[in-house]
C-alpha cells in the first residue's frame, strides 16, 4: 500500500497560480501512475490530471476544465508528484487529492486507482 500526502493548497484569488504536491511513500514510484482529482461541495469527483508511469512513453491527461492552465510533473528521485495551477478561477474551488495506480489503464477513472491521499484544500476567490 502506498501513502500519499498532499501539500501546498491554500487561498488565493482569481488569476494567481499554486502549485501542489504529493509525496508518496511505501512503494516504487517510479512504477506507479498518478493523478490528481478534485471535489467540490455538493459534486462529484472529478478528475484533474493524470501522469504515466517511468519507463514508458510519457503519458499525460488533463480534464477539460484545467487544459492550458494546469500541469503535472513528476519528480522520481523525491518521489513526487506535482500538479502546477495557473490562472486559477473560482471554479477551482474543491479539496485536491493525489492518487495512485500500480496497474491502472485508464488514467481519468477514479476506480483504477488503489491508493488517495487526504486531500489539501484550495480556494479561489473572485
Known amino acids: 500500500q502506498v501513502q500519499l500526502v498532499e501539500s501546498g493548497g491554500g487561498l488565493v484569488q482569481a488569476g494567481m497560480s499554486l502549485r501542489l504536491s504529493c509525496v508518496a511513500s511505501?512503494?516504487?514510484?517510479?512504477?506507479?501512475?498518478m493523478g490528481w482529482f478534485r471535489q467540490a461541495p455538493g459534486k462529484e469527483r472529478e478528475f484533474v490530471a493524470a501522469?504515466?508511469?517511468?519507463?514508458?512513453?510519457?503519458?499525460?491527461e488533463y480534464g477539460d476544465s484545467v487544459k492550458g492552465r494546469f500541469t503535472i510533473s513528476r519528480d522520481n528521485p523525491k518521489n513526487t508528484v506535482y500538479l502546477q495551477m495557473n490562472s486559477l478561477k473560482p471554479e477551482d474551488t474543491a479539496v485536491y487529492y493525489c492518487?495512485?495506480?500500480?496497474?491502472?489503464?485508464?488514467?481519468?477513472?477514479?476506480?483504477?486507482?488503489?491508493?488517495w491521499g487526504q486531500g489539501t484544500q484550495v480556494t479561489v476567490s473572485s
Open positions: 511505501g512503494g516504487t514510484f517510479r512504477r506507479l501512475q
Open positions: 492518487a495512485a495506480s500500480a496497474h491502472g489503464y485508464y488514467y481519468d477513472q477514479d476506480y483504477e486507482y488503489d491508493d
Open positions: 501522469i504515466s508511469r517511468s519507463g514508458m512513453t510519457p503519458h499525460y
